[in-house]
Structures are given as C-alpha cells and as structure tokens.
C-alpha cells in the first residue's frame, strides 16, 4: 500500500503536465489576407428596373477601401402604372419620356465586425458621392430609334450602402449589396410623365458584385 501511495504521488506532477498539454489552445489562425485590388460587374435591380454596372476597389490600410464605380439603370416616376396591350406589348398612359440614369461615384468603404465574423462573411457600410449623366428619350419612339432624339443633362448624386463579400477564394470576389442613391436636379427637372416634372431620382438598388481580386 506504501508503494503504491509512494508511486501516486511520483505520478502527479507528470499528470499534470499532460493535462496541462491536452488542455492547451490552439493557436488562433491568421486572418484571411486578400489581395487589395479588384474590379468586375454590378448586376442591379431597382425600383426602375434592371441596370449594369462596373466597379474597382482598392485596399488602402486596415479594414478601409477606396471604391469608384458606374451604373447605368431606368428611372421611373411613382406614378407610373404599365398596361399590357392585345398583342403582348407593354404601354405606360401619358409617359413622356424614357430616362437613363448614369452615375459615378467614388467613395469609401468600411469592413465590419472583421473581429467576431469569419473571413468567409465579410460585411461592410459604404458611401460615395459624384456626377450623375442623364439621357432622356421620346417614349412615343421605339427603345433604340429614339436615342436619335435623346437629350443629356449633368447633376449630382451619391449614395449609402451595406453589404457582405463571400467565400475565401483569393482570386474571384462575390458579393451583394442594398444601395439607395440620391440623385438630384436643382432646377424644375426633367419631364417623365406629361406635363409632370421629376426632381429626384435614384432610390433603392439591389446590387450582386462579380469581380476578380489582384
């Protein structure tokens, strides 16, 4: 009984040392390094409709991105309401004018939560600012015929948005985000409907981003 109490207590500085060993953390892993820059295409889809864009974003230190990006999408006035004729075709009572939004934007982006979310959700608030090209055309023209007619003017704009970057892929960048623009004339506007001036246009956008990373 001796031996065995004599061979117990030999024992217990080596068991904790093994505990100690087993009990041990891991180390933390790295965070993710991404390459700083990247371009590609916006698909969006608004309360005007569908547009496409490009963008290009770079990484200037930490968690911050300067991005520039351009769009082109359809603005719409409120009241607008779409018929669809006999034959198929869609018509919109008293509707003046098609109007084309165009804006560029530089801006900033900010990555969030980068301490408690993986590196494979990687959410951000972004903001920008630019010159906006307006194009408008004769509805009562067919879509492409009537760029013959089509008028252009120069605004500013910008917009506020959130999103998230997906996956761990070091070369392809998928992500999505809401957008809502603010694009505005500082005179009567521009005609949309008959007799109807439109001031503000822009809104809430629905944007997926497919790029490449560099």
């Known amino acids: 009984m001796k031996k065995f109490i004599i061979i117990l207590i030999l024992l217990i500085p080596a068991l904790k040392v093994n505990a100690q060993e087993i009990g041990e953390l891991a180390p933390e892993k790295a965070p993710a ?3 700083r820059n990247s371009w590609g295409a916006d698909i969006m889809f608004g309360e005007g409709g569908f547009g496409l864009g490009t963008f290009y974003r770079r990484n200037l230190v930490g968690n911050l991105s300067f991005f ?8 719409k006035d409120e009241q607008e309401i779409e018929y669809i004729d006999y034959y198929g075709r869609t018509f919109v009572v008293g509707k003046k004018n098609r109007i084309l939004q165009m804006p560029f934007n530089v ?4 990555r969030i939560f980068s301490t ?11 903001a920008g600012v630019g010159p906006s090209f307006i194009v408008t055309t004769p509805y009562e023209l067919e879509f492409f015929s ?3 007619k089509a008028r252009g003017y120069f605004t500013a ?3 506020v948005g959130f999103g998230a970057y997906f996956g761990l892929d070091q ?8 957008r809502y623009y603010i694009i505005r004339f500082f005179n009567e506007g521009i005609e949309s409907l008959e007799g109807k001036y439109k001031k503000d246009l822009g809104g809430f956008y629905l944007t997926l ?6």
């Open 33 to 35: 390094q991404f390459p």
């Open 68 to 75: 520039s990006d351009f769009s082109i999408s359809e603005a």
């Open 107 to 110: 801006g900033l982006q900010q």
């Open 116 to 126: 408690i979310i993986s590196d494979n959700l990687r959410p951000y608030i972004s």
């Open 146 to 148: 009537s760029f013959k």
């Open 157 to 159: 704009g910008g917009y």
């Open 171 to 178: 070369d392809n960048l998928v992500g999505i985000n809401i």
């Open 209 to 214: 981003n497919i790029g490449k990373m560099y």
